[in-house]
C-alpha cells in the first residue's frame, strides 16, 4: 500500500528519490499537527459553551485579537535572537507544556481556567501552523515548490478530516483527548525535524538581478507579503460574513422543518414564539413556556414534551448538515490538491491559481442576498472551505517561498495571526453597527445583510487585483532561477547565486 502510494504521488508529483521523501514526511508533519489541534478544537468549543453563555463570543473575539498580537510580538523578538531549529522546536514544546497543563487544571472546571483554555487554544494554531510553513518556505525552490506544496499541503487536509473523526470516537475521554493531542504534536515535530538540520544564514539584503531591491519599509514593502497580507485579512472578513449569513439561514430552514415535524399539529401557527424563547435564560423557559400554554389555550405539559422534542430535533439535524459539509470539504480538498491543483499550476501559472477564491468569493456573496435552499446553503460552504483550506493555502504558501528569511520571519506570525483576527473583528464589529443602524432608522430586516454584504465585495475586489499582480510578478522572479541546483538547497539560497 505504502508502495503503490509513492508511485503515484512521484507520477503526479514528477519528484525522484530524496524529493519524494522530503514530499512525503512534510505532509506527514502537516497531518499530525492538524489532527492535534482538530483533538483540542471540540474540546475547547464544549468547555467554553459549559460555562459561558454564547453571546460573550464577541468579547472573547476582541481578546484573542489583542493575544495574538502580543503572542506574535513575543515570537519575532525570538526568531531575530533565536536559530531556526530553537524557535521552531521551542515553539512546538511550549504547545505541548501548556496542553499538559490544561490537562492537569481544565477537568477541575472554572470559568478562569475555561476561559484561559479557550483563548489559548484560539492562538497558539495560528502560531504552530505559520511555523511549520515557514521552516518549508524557505527549504523549497520556487520550481519545487509548484511541485511539491499541492502534495504537501494534503497532509493538512487529510489531518483535519482524520481530526475530527478521531474526536468524535474519543467525545467520551473528555480532557483526556489532550494525551493524544500532545503525542500528536510532537511526531510531527519528529517528522519536521530534518528540515530544521540544514543550515540557513539570515538573508543579509542582496538584490536578484531584473529585479527591484527590498524597500525600506521591510516586510510592508514586499509586494508578495502585502498581497498575502491582504489576502489573509479580505479572506477573514469574507469566511465570517459567508458563516454568519449561510448559518442564520440554515437556523431559519433547519428551525422550521423541526417544527414541521414536532409542533405543528399542536400550535399550527407558534413557531416564532417558541424560536423566540432561546434569547431568554435557561431557568426562565420553563415558565414562559407555561404562559405561552395558558395563553394559547393549550396543555402546558404536553407543549413542554414537544418542544423537548424540537429543540432535540434541531439539534441532531444541524449537527447533521455541519458533519456533512464538513466532511464533504475535506474529500474535496483532497480531491483539489491531489488531481487538480499541480496540472492546474503547470498549465495556467500562479496568477491564475491565486484569483480562483476570491473570484468564488465575488460570484457568492451577490448569491447571499437571494433567498437559498439547503442544498445551495450546503454547496457554496462546501466549496468555500474547500478552496480555502486546499487550494488558497496551497498557492499562498507557493507565494510565500518569494521572500528572505528575515521578511518571512517578521510578516508570517503577524499575517496568519493577528492579521487573521483582524478580519474577524471588523466584520463583527461591521455586523453590530449595521444591526444598530438598520433597528435605529427602523429599516427593514433586509438591510442588515445588504449593508453587510457591500463592503466585503470592495474588499474580496482589492484582494483579487492585489494576488493577481503578485501571481504576476512572482512568475517572473521565478523565471530567473536557475534549475540546476542541489536538491538539498533552500529557496534563500537559490535566490543568491
Request: charged content about 15%.
Amino acid at each position: 500500500m505504502a508502495g503503490s502510494i509513492r508511485d503515484w504521488l512521484a507520477r503526479r508529483s514528477g519528484a525522484q528519490g530524496d524529493e519524494l521523501g522530503r514530499i512525503l514526511r512534510c505532509a506527514a508533519a502537516l497531518f499530525f499537527l492538524f489532527l492535534s489541534y482538530y483533538l483540542v478544537k471540540p474540546l475547547r468549543n464544549s468547555q467554553f459553551l459549559n460555562e459561558f453563555d454564547p453571546l460573550f463570543m464577541p468579547w472573547i473575539y476582541l481578546l484573542v485579537s489583542v493575544t495574538s498580537m502580543l503572542v506574535t510580538r513575543i515570537f519575532q523578538w525570538c526568531s531575530l535572537r533565536f536559530t531556526r531549529k530553537q524557535v521552531v522546536a521551542g515553539t512546538f514544546l511550549w504547545a505541548g507544556l501548556c496542553k499538559l497543563f490544561f490537562l492537569l487544571t481544565l477537568s477541575q472546571g472554572g470559568q478562569r481556567i475555561t476561559a484561559l483554555f479557550y483563548l489559548w487554544a484560539s492562538v497558539y494554531f495560528l502560531l504552530l501552523v505559520p511555523t511549520l510553513w515557514g521552516c518549508l518556505n524557505e527549504r523549497f525552490r520556487p520550481d519545487q515548490c509548484q511541485r511539491c506544496f499541492p502534495f504537501i499541503a494534503l497532509g493538512s487536509t487529510v489531518g483535519g478530516i482524520a481530526g475530527s473523526s478521531v474526536a468524535q470516537a474519543l467525545s467520551s475521554w473528555g480532557t483526556q483527548t489532550l494525551l493524544w493531542s500532545i503525542g500528536s504534536l510532537m511526531l510531527s515535530l519528529a517528522l519536521l525535524w530534518p528540515e530544521l538540520n540544514y543550515p540557513v544564514q539570515m538573508s543579509e539584503g542582496k538584490s536578484v538581478p531584473g529585479l527591484p531591491p527590498q524597500s525600506r519599509f521591510g516586510w510592508l514593502g514586499d509586494q508578495f507579503l502585502k498581497a498575502i497580507a491582504v489576502m489573509v485579512l479580505t479572506l477573514a472578513i469574507y469566511s465570517t460574513a459567508a458563516d454568519f449569513i449561510t448559518q442564520r439561514r440554515l437556523d431559519a430552514i433547519l428551525g422550521q422543518e423541526a417544527y414541521r415535524q414536532e409542533l405543528s399539529s399542536i400550535w399550527p401557527d407558534g413557531y416564532s414564539q417558541l424560536n423566540d424563547l432561546r434569547k431568554l435564560a435557561s431557568d426562565k423557559r420553563a415558565p414562559a413556556l407555561e404562559q405561552l400554554a395558558a395563553k394559547n389555550r393549550l396543555s402546558p405539559s404536553q407543549l413542554k414534551e414537544a418542544y423537548e422534542r424540537f429543540r432535540e430535533y434541531r439539534e441532531r439535524r444541524s449537527r447533521e448538515v455541519f458533519a456533512n459539509i464538513f466532511y464533504y470539504q475535506g474529500i474535496l480538498g483532497v480531491l483539489l490538491l491531489g488531481v487538480i491543483c499541480r496540472p492546474f499550476l503547470r498549465l495556467f501559472g500562479l496568477k491564475a491559481a491565486l484569483v480562483i477564491l476570491p473570484s468564488f468569493a465575488l460570484c457568492v456573496l451577490p448569491l447571499l442576498l437571494t433567498p437559498l435552499d439547503l442544498v445551495s446553503i450546503q454547496l457554496i460552504l462546501v466549496f468555500s472551505g474547500s478552496l480555502n483550506y486546499s487550494f488558497n493555502n496551497a498557492t499562498k504558501e507557493i507565494l510565500y517561498s518569494a521572500t528572505d528569511r528575515a521578511s518571512l520571519l517578521q510578516a508570517k506570525p503577524v499575517i496568519e495571526g493577528p492579521l487573521m483576527r483582524l478580519g474577524d473583528v471588523i466584520f463583527s464589529t461591521e455586523s453590530i453597527l449595521v444591526a444598530a443602524a438598520v433597528a435605529y432608522f427602523a429599516w427593514s430586516p433586509e438591510w442588515i445583510e445588504r449593508l453587510m454584504v457591500a463592503p466585503c465585495f470592495i474588499a474580496v475586489w482589492a484582494w483579487w487585483v492585489l494576488v493577481g499582480r503578485a501571481g504576476k510578478a512572482y512568475q517572473a522572479k521565478a523565471s530567473l532561477l536557475t534549475h540546476e541546483i542541489p536538491a538539498n538547497e533552500g529557496a534563500e539560497e537559490a535566490l543568491r547565486r
